[in-house]
Nanobody
Framework: QVQLVESGGGLVQAGGSLRLFCAAS????????MAWFRQPPGQEREFVAA????????YYADSVKGRFTISGDNAKNTVDLQMQSLKPEDTAVYYC?????????????????????WGQGTQVTVSS
């Protein structure tokens, strides 16, 4: 069994920063990428950022480019999300996910159906 556990969420004022952390544990599994998704109140879950271990490519949603930075350690199965210049619209439950299948196209690294393991989520609230 594989478990992903997120931490670092909380309440922050607009313009502030937060760092999310996620660690995967349990049995060994093929891990081709890790990503963050988020689900704002009353909305569908959406892609935020992903890091692809082979080559170190990173992908970001347009809404967070230039403000969020994803990094991680493949050997430790951990991933961070540094969030800066936070806006009220960043308020959401943030989920960590691990991708267990290889694809060459970047498209498959931004699509939640391609991720096989998920954390329980951590709440991020940005006040105006």
């Amino acid at each position: 069994q594989v478990q992903l556990v997120e931490s670092g969420g909380g309440l922050v004022q607009a313009g502030g920063s937060l760092r999310l952390f996620c660690a995967a544990s349990g049995r060994t599994f093929r891990n081709y990428a890790m990503a963050w998704f988020r689900q704002p109140p009353g909305q569908e879950r959406e892609f935020v950022a992903a890091i692809r271990w082979s080559g170190g490519n990173t992908y970001y949603a347009d809404s967070v480019k230039g403000r969020f930075t994803i990094s991680g350690d493949n050997a430790k199965n951990t991933v961070d999300l540094q969030m800066q210049s936070l806006k009220p619209e960043d308020t959401a439950v943030y989920y960590c996910a691990a991708k267990t299948k290889y694809h060459s196209s970047p498209y498959y690294y931004t699509t939640q159906n391609e991720y096989g393991y998920w954390g329980q989520g951590t709440q991020v609230t940005v006040s105006s």
